[in-house]
């Protein structure tokens, strides 16, 4: 049982440091210039659409599926076409009902639309990098791996059977038998 408990507790351990704090500080980093706007809005749409953008980085590039790749962008063209297609329409009917439209208050879903575009663009494209080093370094390791388990089974193992048989008096057997 304990076992069980070692392994959950790394695979949260792996989640949070390798998912959650990525995720999280891709979209700060990408969301800190809209920050010197001091508008609540853009900030908000922008840490938003910046988390869905380093989601769908990091899957991308820790992915070693090209199915993964192949479908993501087109989710990703679909999601921004109807951001951009409906959002400005129903803030400006909105402002309308409420009666708040101004000038700049009319330009406001516009440039929403273009701060979400373009975080969710970098977010994407800083996570997806991450996760391709991620990766990398899992098949590096998995590489590494391989070959102690080669040096192990096809070095190791026989000198040791060799060596055991030597000191109990039995005949060493050839290589290859």
Excluded at 36 to 61: D, E, H, K, P, Y
């Amino acid at each position: 049982m304990q076992a069980y408990a070692d392994v959950i507790q790394l695979h949260l351990t792996v989640a949070f440091w390798f998912g959650l704090v990525p995720l999280i500080a891709v979209a700060f980093a990408v969301t800190f210039p809209i920050l010197f706007t001091r508008n609540g809005i853009l900030i908000g749409v922008a840490f938003g659409f910046s988390i869905i953008g380093a989601s769908i980085g990091l899957m991308m590039g820790s992915s070693r599926e090209p199915a993964v790749a192949a479908i993501l962008p087109g989710l990703l063209t679909l999601l921004t076409g109807a951001v951009a297609f409906l959002m400005p329409k129903e803030v400006l009917r909105a402002m309308d009902a409420i009666g708040i439209r101004s000038q700049s208050a009319s330009r406001l879903p516009y440039v929403a639309v273009m701060v979400a575009i373009c975080c969710m663009a970098g977010a994407m494209v800083f996570s997806a990098n991450f996760g391709a080093s991620v990766r990398e370094a899992n098949e590096v390791s998995a590489e590494q791996r391989a070959r102690a388990r080669l040096i192990f089974e096809q070095i190791e193992l026989p000198y040791e059977r060799d060596q055991i048989r030597q000191h109990t008096g039995m005949p060493i057997m050839p290589v290859g038998e």
